[in-house]
């Protein structure tokens, strides 16, 4: 595959445009009916507590050329399930792909291992003709999302999202809601896509350094700090543009299943409290979102309700999600913008007090650039910039850092595994790595709004558990970015033994990101509790976004007996290996 075969940003806007901003054809072909030529509705909400789904294909069109998407009932996204806390939900979910296995998992939701949807660990998936009984009962409220847990389904459209009404009236009150589910699209195969990094990594990295960025930095730095920091850079096998995986030269984003040009809308009237329940439901991207000239009050994050922090824009990780208010007046239409990481592209809907209305787009803020000290290579940097000495970052070649311990100077080095040291799906190392809960995040810092950090997030009514952790285990988030090798400990999912907790404990789990990446790393089945970086205590959630060069920890109460996955939420990090298993067994 060339270049030539895919379009550039703004190529995809303008055909997006063409093909109305994206429709779904024969849209009752999930149930085995020929093609009928016509736009589905998207955000169907289905209520109750006994529900049909079926898994088929669907052809869809968000670029101007007609691919086949996966689709529940048809829809992409699937159905909007509205549940109620205390009640026992049922599922009958049927296969009807010709020649595939297929599986729900129901993210963030506590359940039965055997109800959690993941092929291999909780059952052995659904088989074409086939279907699955799921049933289990609501132990928890909020907003929360499903999808496929099958090779690349997720990629190609298996997702939707989830509404749980509480029992108990929440602690605030607003006039009316709509969910903000975001997501990517590829015209590629997920498979042929996955195969392209898997050979070239860098593929949609068009960013690169140049010679006119080589003649700044030495007339702004000096010639040796910019030869020390294109050396790091090149030891560590990749360069500061290297932002995401994929971005906007592969993808098309997407608000509710609608392009930028389609502008999903949703209604308001002047003076309402609106809630804004954001879901990341994409495979690869992470979005900064903002509603220009309105102030978001954050009440929950990842379904739970937390202190409210009011803020300008919030970075959202793939598969968390956030609860926000908002209060618009004074004007008729309001632009949600929710532009990638990578500052290549985004996905747009719009607040307005009748159909058709449309806010101004802000353009996509200036591409960000990765330093060494967002790599956790701070204090030790030539000229504030690049790496001193031989060491540098990359560790394939002897991995000296694994040899540093904890050092005993003014800033103490990170100790590794030392199954990294001279691996060969290890390209660095992190030196000195930090919670960096108060950092907004790459692209982020001191742009003039008022950004949500991980520092903001507290729970209502504290520790719910209350006890002090009885063990530690420290994990380390490693890859090769050449090689688009992920794992952890410089162990792939597919040889390595599962982390076995003791049903009942209470243990934290340390994570430390030795990779250039974010990733946000979820475990099925029960609660991540985050800690500040004193160790207390801070906010529950069931993904845990781990940025570049940091290092934190979560109390994890091992209540849920059985097999259950633990894996980073980039889509294809975990097939390419950053996965474990986890066992909830009874103490001997």
Same mark, same amino acid.
């Given at each position: 595959?060339?270049?030539?075969?895919?379009?550039?940003?703004?190529?995809?806007?303008?055909?997006?445009?063409?093909?109305?901003?994206?429709?779904?054809?024969?849209?009752?072909?999930?149930?085995?009916?020929?093609?009928?030529?016509?736009?589905?509705?998207?955000?169907?909400?289905?209520?109750?507590?006994?529900?049909?789904?079926?898994?088929?294909?669907?052809?869809?069109?968000?670029?101007?050329?007609?691919?086949?998407?996966?689709?529940?009932?048809?829809?992409?996204?699937?159905?909007?399930?509205?549940?109620?806390?205390?009640?026992?939900?049922?599922?009958?979910?049927?296969?009807?792909?010709?020649?595939?296995?297929?599986?729900?998992?129901?993210?963030?939701?506590?359940?039965?291992?055997?109800?959690?949807?993941?092929?291999?660990?909780?059952?052995?998936?659904?088989?074409?003709?086939?279907?699955?009984?799921?049933?289990?009962?609501?132990?928890?409220?909020?907003?929360?999302?499903?999808?496929?847990?099958?090779?690349?389904?997720?990629?190609?459209?298996?997702?939707?999202?989830?509404?749980?009404?509480?029992?108990?009236?929440?602690?605030?009150?607003?006039?009316?809601?709509?969910?903000?589910?975001?997501?990517?699209?590829?015209?590629?195969?997920?498979?042929?896509?996955?195969?392209?990094?898997?050979?070239?990594?860098?593929?949609?990295?068009?960013?690169?350094?140049?010679?006119?960025?080589?003649?700044?930095?030495?007339?702004?730095?000096?010639?040796?700090?910019?030869?020390?920091?294109?050396?790091?850079?090149?030891?560590?096998?990749?360069?500061?543009?290297?932002?995401?995986?994929?971005?906007?030269?592969?993808?098309?984003?997407?608000?509710?299943?609608?392009?930028?040009?389609?502008?999903?809308?949703?209604?308001?009237?002047?003076?309402?409290?609106?809630?804004?329940?954001?879901?990341?439901?994409?495979?690869?991207?992470?979005?900064?979102?903002?509603?220009?000239?309105?102030?978001?009050?954050?009440?929950?994050?990842?379904?739970?309700?937390?202190?409210?922090?009011?803020?300008?824009?919030?970075?959202?990780?793939?598969?968390?999600?956030?609860?926000?208010?908002?209060?618009?007046?004074?004007?008729?239409?309001?632009?949600?913008?929710?532009? +990638? *990481? #990578?500052?290549? &592209?985004? %996905?747009? /809907?719009?607040?307005?007090?009748?159909? $058709?209305?449309? !806010?101004?787009?802000?353009?996509?803020?200036?591409?960000?650039?990765?330093?060494?000290? +967002? *790599? #956790?290579?701070? &204090?030790? %940097?030539? /000229?504030?910039?690049?790496?001193?000495? $031989?060491?540098? !970052?990359?560790?394939?070649?002897?991995?000296?850092?694994?040899?540093?311990?904890?050092?005993?100077?003014?800033?103490?080095?990170? %100790?590794?595994?030392?199954?990294?040291?001279?691996?060969?799906?290890?390209?660095?190392?992190?030196?000195?790595?930090?919670?960096?809960?108060?950092?907004?995040?790459?692209?982020?810092?001191?742009?003039?709004?008022?950004?949500?950090?991980?520092?903001?997030?507290?729970?209502?009514?504290?520790?719910?558990?209350?006890?002090?952790?009885?063990?530690?285990?420290?994990?380390?988030?490693?890859?090769?970015?050449?090689?688009?090798?992920?794992?952890?400990?410089?162990?792939?999912?597919?040889?390595?033994?599962?982390?076995?907790?003791?049903?009942?404990?209470?243990?934290?789990?340390?994570?430390?990101?030795?990779?250039?990446?974010?990733?946000?790393?979820?475990?099925?089945?029960?609660?991540?509790?985050?800690?500040?970086?004193?160790?207390?205590?801070?906010?529950?959630?069931?993904?845990?976004?781990?940025?570049?060069?940091?290092?934190?920890?979560?109390?994890?109460?091992?209540?849920?007996?059985?097999?259950?996955?633990?894996?980073?939420?980039?889509?294809?990090?975990?097939?390419?290996?950053?996965?474990?298993?986890?066992?909830?067994?009874?103490?001997?």
């Amino acid at each position: 595959m060339t270049r030539d075969t895919l379009l550039d940003p703004a190529r995809r806007q303008f055909v997006s445009g063409i093909a109305a901003g994206g429709s779904l054809l024969a849209f009752n072909s999930w149930a085995g009916n020929g093609p009928a030529i016509g736009r589905a509705t998207p955000g169907t909400e289905l209520r109750g507590r006994d529900f049909d789904l079926a898994i088929g294909s669907t052809e869809v069109d968000f670029t101007g050329r007609v691919r086949r998407a996966i689709t529940v009932n048809g829809q992409l996204p699937a159905p909007v399930l509205r549940w109620r806390e205390g009640d026992t939900v049922t599922l009958r979910v049927a296969n009807r792909l010709p020649d595939a296995m297929t599986s729900i998992h129901w993210h963030g939701i506590l359940l039965p291992a055997n109800m959690d949807g993941v092929p291999g660990l909780s059952f052995d998936g659904i088989a074409p003709g086939e279907a699955w009984l799921y049933r289990f009962t609501l132990r928890q409220s909020g907003s929360y999302w499903y999808h496929s847990h099958s090779l690349f389904q997720e990629q190609a459209g298996l997702y939707g999202a989830i509404i749980i009404d509480p029992i108990e009236p929440l602690p605030y009150r607003y006039d009316r809601e709509h969910v903000v589910l975001l997501s990517d699209w590829t015209d590629h195969d997920p498979a042929a896509l996955y195969r392209r990094m898997k050979k070239l990594a860098e593929f949609d990295n068009f960013y690169k350094p140049t010679v006119g960025d080589f003649v700044r930095d030495v007339r702004s730095d000096g010639l040796a700090a910019t030869l020390r920091d294109r050396a790091a850079w090149g030891r560590m096998r990749m360069t500061p543009t290297d932002i995401s995986d994929i971005n906007a030269h592969t993808y098309t984003y997407l608000c509710n299943g609608s392009t930028p040009a389609a502008n999903w809308t949703g209604l308001y009237r002047s003076g309402e409290k609106v809630l804004l329940r954001f879901i990341n439901a994409s495979a690869m991207t992470y979005f900064d979102v903002r509603i220009p000239g309105l102030k978001m009050t954050v009440l929950a994050a990842d379904g739970l309700p937390i202190h409210p922090v009011s803020v300008d824009e919030f970075r959202i990780a793939v598969a968390e999600t956030f609860d926000v208010i908002v209060e618009p007046s004074g004007q008729d239409a309001w632009t949600i913008f929710a532009q +990638d *990481m #990578g500052r290549t &592209g985004y %996905a747009r /809907g719009t607040l307005a007090v009748r159909p $058709g209305l449309a !806010a101004p787009v802000p353009a996509n803020d200036p591409r960000p650039l990765l330093t060494m000290d +967002d *790599m #956790g290579h701070g &204090g030790h %940097a030539g /000229g504030g910039k690049g790496m001193e000495g $031989g060491c540098g !970052a990359m560790m394939a070649e002897g991995g000296c850092g694994a040899h540093m311990g904890h050092g005993a100077g003014a800033m103490a080095m990170q %100790a590794h595994p030392p199954r990294e040291d001279g691996s060969p799906i290890v390209d660095m190392q992190t030196m000195t790595p930090a919670p960096k809960l108060d950092d907004p995040g790459i692209g982020l810092r001191d742009n003039g709004r008022r950004v949500l950090t991980y520092a903001d997030l507290h729970s209502i009514g504290g520790d719910p558990d209350g006890r002090e952790p009885s063990r530690e285990v420290e994990l380390h988030l490693t890859g090769h970015m050449e090689k688009f090798a992920w794992s952890f400990d410089a162990q792939p999912f597919s040889g390595a033994e599962p982390l076995r907790l003791n049903y009942g404990e209470r243990m934290r789990i340390v994570l430390v990101n030795d990779t250039m990446m974010t990733h946000p790393i979820h475990l099925h089945g029960m609660w991540s509790d985050v800690e500040d970086a004193d160790g207390n205590f801070q906010v529950r959630k069931h993904t845990v976004d781990m940025p570049p060069g940091t290092r934190r920890s979560y109390r994890v109460r091992a209540d849920a007996l059985g097999r259950w996955a633990f894996h980073c939420h980039l889509l294809y990090h975990m097939e390419a290996g950053m996965m474990r298993e986890v066992r909830v067994e009874e103490s001997a």
